[in-house]
């Protein structure tokens, strides 16, 4: 993963986060961890889709939350168009869900969670690269995931650590890019794109684990669409914002 994001011309020094950033990345990582072990604990027990459907729900939380910590103002264009993929989000879940269950709450658990990691992503992309921000977060959640393999893991196989790193690579890259988005863009506006992983997981339920999808599930992919292409447009139209090496300088 470190060629991937190495910057030419970088030094090593610019991978290590700064010292007085020190607590930002500690509360990030554990954040961040307890979020996936939540998600983790929902997929135990839930189908593919189900739980990405109930995870999907963070860009709500995120929109709400920015408004209150980071003192975002949402249009109420935007929150239109927020409010149009969560409708696809809900089609696409009601076929499924008549009672609230113990993993359907973890898997609420953790949209929170990484709603909140994304607030405080916000606030370090202004003063850190992006690049330190995914080295130094994955750290904390590596220390963490040290101590719970020590206590409860099991000896994995080859294959089993060849799905670990891939993992790992697959949510360092989408870290780096969602710092990366969230120099140019507000958290109200970055955050709904993350409703299109609901379709794309259904998808892939179907296709690897012959999961069924319902037909409505073809209604609910559409509303998140065109949430979000509509996003995308009325961003190409407003104003461009500074550049994202004046941010992160």
Same mark, same amino acid.
């Given at each position: %993963?470190?060629?991937?994001?190495?910057?030419? =011309?970088?030094?090593?020094?610019?991978?290590?986060?700064?010292?007085?950033?020190?607590?930002?990345?500690?509360?990030?990582?554990?954040?961040?961890?307890?979020?996936? #072990?939540?998600?983790?604990?929902?997929?135990?027990?839930?189908?593919?889709? +189900?739980?990405?459907?109930?995870?999907?729900? /963070?860009?709500?939380?995120?929109?709400?939350?920015?408004?209150?910590?980071?003192?975002?103002?949402?249009?109420? +264009?935007? $929150?239109?168009?927020?409010?149009?993929?969560?409708? =696809?989000?809900?089609?696409?879940?009601?076929?499924?869900?008549?009672?609230?269950?113990?993993?359907?709450?973890? *898997?609420?658990?953790?949209?929170?969670?990484?709603? %909140?990691?994304?607030?405080?992503?916000?606030? %370090?992309?202004?003063?850190?690269?992006?690049?330190?921000?995914?080295? =130094?977060?994955?750290?904390?959640?590596?220390?963490?995931?040290?101590?719970?393999?020590?206590?409860?893991?099991?000896?994995?196989?080859?294959? +089993?650590?060849?799905?670990?790193? %891939?993992?790992?690579?697959?949510?360092? #890259? /989408?870290?780096?890019?969602?710092?990366?988005?969230?120099?140019? #863009?507000?958290?109200?506006?970055?955050?709904?794109?993350?409703?299109?992983?609901?379709?794309?997981?259904?998808?892939?339920? $179907?296709?690897?684990?012959?999961?069924?999808?319902?037909?409505?599930? =073809?209604?609910? /992919?559409?509303?998140?669409?065109?949430?979000?292409?509509?996003?995308?447009?009325?961003? /190409?139209?407003?104003?461009?914002?500074?550049? *994202?090496? +004046?941010?992160?300088?």
């Amino acid at each position: %993963m470190g060629p991937m994001l190495w910057q030419k =011309g970088g030094r090593i020094a610019s991978l290590l986060p700064r010292r007085d950033l020190f607590w930002d990345f500690l509360v990030r990582g554990l954040l961040i961890f307890t979020a996936q #072990a939540a998600y983790y604990y929902a997929l135990m027990h839930m189908k593919l889709a +189900d739980a990405t459907v109930l995870n999907a729900t /963070a860009p709500i939380f995120s929109a709400l939350l920015a408004i209150f910590m980071l003192g975002e103002r949402v249009p109420p +264009d935007r $929150w239109l168009l927020i409010l149009v993929g969560f409708a =696809g989000v809900v089609v696409i879940i009601q076929p499924g869900f008549q009672t609230v269950t113990l993993e359907a709450g973890f *898997a609420l658990l953790s949209a929170v969670l990484f709603a %909140m990691s994304a607030i405080l992503n916000k606030r %370090m992309v202004t003063i850190e690269s992006g690049t330190a921000i995914v080295y =130094g977060t994955n750290f904390f959640v590596a220390i963490c995931g040290l101590g719970v393999v020590l206590v409860w893991g099991v000896k994995p196989t080859w294959a +089993d650590l060849g799905v670990v790193a %891939m993992i790992g690579v697959c949510g360092a #890259a /989408a870290q780096y890019c969602l710092s990366q988005a969230l120099v140019y #863009a507000d958290v109200s506006y970055i955050s709904p794109f993350e409703f299109t992983r609901v379709p794309l997981a259904a998808i892939a339920a $179907w296709f690897l684990f012959r999961e069924p999808t319902p037909v409505i599930f =073809g209604v609910g /992919a559409a509303l998140i669409f065109i949430s979000v292409f509509l996003l995308a447009r009325r961003a /190409a139209r407003a104003k461009p914002l500074p550049a *994202a090496a +004046d941010a992160v300088s």
